[in-house]
């Protein structure tokens, strides 16, 4: 039996200039991001839990990477954590307090005159507050680790590059206002959260946040029969 000749996967059909370079753009965010992502995962890995011998080859087998470039990386100048505080901190009311400032800038908004026929026009700070409700939600969809957070944090530092390349300043400066945030959660732990506006804080926690659980009384004991 002979095998048939290998399929191979065509290129896909692009109706028109804008989705083709809506596509091409999609694929240059995801390679920057990759590219980003690199150096600093490379070096973790190498100065960390693959630092024994014979490591390197494992790595290279890993990510394709010859050995010089893994060596390369590993000796590069990429910021090491030195400890692990994302346990340390209550991430989702990190979250409350991002969604309580979206909130904030809406309700000044909504203070402004608007009718009918002569509807506000949308600001910046429309824009602020929608984006921190978004940012939100993906922070309470992050998987709670280090590594998690450290790539949502790379995730919003290259939308805030590229979005700084497109004009858009606003976008940019709130998506690295939070991964600053993000870094200094990571790097500080809960004293983190003195760099916080405080009256949002405190208004996060009281509208967002969960009761306290309940405790629970055991039940007596069952009454015996004489």
Do not use: C
């Not at 693959?50 to 050995?67: F, K, M, Q």
């Not at 309580?100 to 602020?128: C, H, Q, W, Y």
């Amino acid at each position: 039996m002979t095998s048939p000749d290998p399929v191979r996967d065509p290129a896909p059909v692009l109706t028109d200039t804008d989705n083709a370079l809506d596509h091409l753009t999609e694929w240059g965010a995801q390679y920057a991001l990759l590219m980003a992502r690199r150096d600093p995962l490379v070096k973790a890995a190498l100065t960390g839990p693959l630092s024994g011998h014979g490591d390197v080859r494992r790595a290279e087998r890993a990510t394709g990477l010859t050995p010089q470039t893994l060596r390369r990386l590993k000796a590069g100048d990429a910021p090491l954590l030195e400890h692990d505080h994302s346990a340390e901190v209550d991430w989702d009311a990190y979250a409350d307090y991002l969604e309580t400032m979206g909130r904030v800038i809406r309700e000044k908004l909504d203070t402004l005159p608007s009718t009918s026929s002569a509807p506000r026009a949308f600001t910046v700070d429309d824009l602020r507050s929608e984006l921190l409700i978004r940012i939100a939600d993906r922070m309470r969809d992050t998987e709670i680790s280090d590594v998690g957070l450290w790539g949502l944090a790379m995730e919003l530092r290259q939308e805030a590059a590229r979005e700084s390349r497109g004009g858009s300043g606003e976008e940019a400066g709130v998506r690295t206002v939070v991964a600053d945030q993000i870094a200094r959660f990571r790097t500080e732990g809960t004293a983190a959260w003195d760099h916080l506006d405080a009256a949002v804080l405190d208004r996060a926690h009281a509208e967002l946040s969960p009761p306290p659980a309940t405790r629970l009384l055991p039940e007596p004991p069952a009454r015996q029969e004489p």
